[in-house]
């Protein structure tokens, strides 16, 4: 269902493929192990055997500057031949036009959602924020499966429960920050607090601060 979802909003927004990635640490794994994909399969094939990810710009853009942009073949005429060689060969499958958006987390790891169109086009304000309303939906959705690693479909609802003051108590949890000092910071009373840090305890189905703080750090990315 998330699949056949995501096939048919991307039609919708003038896209023809979409890759789908989740958690991961290096340009390899990012394109190889995709939650879901509609790439050509002879892109995802030669892309190993010809090790594309040494050259890849698109995914090199990614891990370094981690912000959503437009990628559209005919604005690059790369010096380097190997460079040069791979945008040839994601010319000749008529990949021509991407939107990138990726999503890093506070382990390292990143996630995000590339969208291919085969003909170049230009994206107004109101359709890019449309591919990131259904990027971070599917993202979200895989979390909730147990489709990505690092996070338990478990502790991913978990973190979904929780409400906004919780989610800003914990954060400054994870900042080593005690009951009274969240009182003063958030201007709630220590009761409130107390009653909040049980919450997200009881939420999380565990029995210490320091559980409920490993599980936020390993899975910040979806609520902040």
């Known amino acids: 269902m998330l ?3 995501l096939a048919s ?3 919708a927004l003038g896209f023809d493929s979409f890759h789908l990635s989740s958690r991961k640490n290096d340009r ?3 394109v190889m192990e995709p939650v879901a994909a509609t790439f050509p399969d002879q892109f995802l094939r030669d892309y190993e055997r010809l090790h594309w990810a040494d050259v890849d710009p698109i995914t090199e853009r990614v891990f370094t500057d981690r912000k959503r942009f437009m990628w559209n073949i ?3 005429n790369y010096p380097e031949i190997r460079r040069r060689s ?3 060969f994601m010319r000749s499958l008529g990949m021509s036009g991407w939107m990138v958006l990726p999503s890093s987390h506070c382990d390292g790891s990143v996630s995000g959602m590339a969208l291919l169109s085969l003909n170049p086009q230009q994206l107004g304000r109101d359709q890019q924020l449309a591919a990131m309303v259904v990027a971070n939906a599917a993202l ?3 979390e909730i499966l147990g489709l990505s690693q690092g996070i338990s479909a478990d502790e991913a609802a978990a973190l979904r429960l929780l409400s906004l003051q919780q989610v800003e108590i914990l954060k400054w949890m994870a900042e080593g920050k005690s009951n009274s000092v969240i009182a003063v910071i958030t201007g709630h009373t220590e009761r409130t ?4 840090v049980s919450e997200i305890l ?3 189905g565990v029995a210490t601060r320091q559980q409920a703080i490993a599980i936020f750090q390993s899975s910040a990315g979806l609520i902040i």
């Not at 607090?193 to 909040?196: A, G, I, N, T």
């Open 3 to 5: 699949f056949q979802a």
């Open 9 to 11: 909003g991307i039609r």
């Open 74 to 76: 005919q604005d690059h």
């Open 202 to 204: 009881r939420k999380f």
């Open 86 to 88: 791979f945008v040839d």
């Open 28 to 30: 390899v794994s990012l």
């Open 193 to 196: 607090v107390r009653y909040h």
């Open 140 to 142: 979200t959705k895989a």
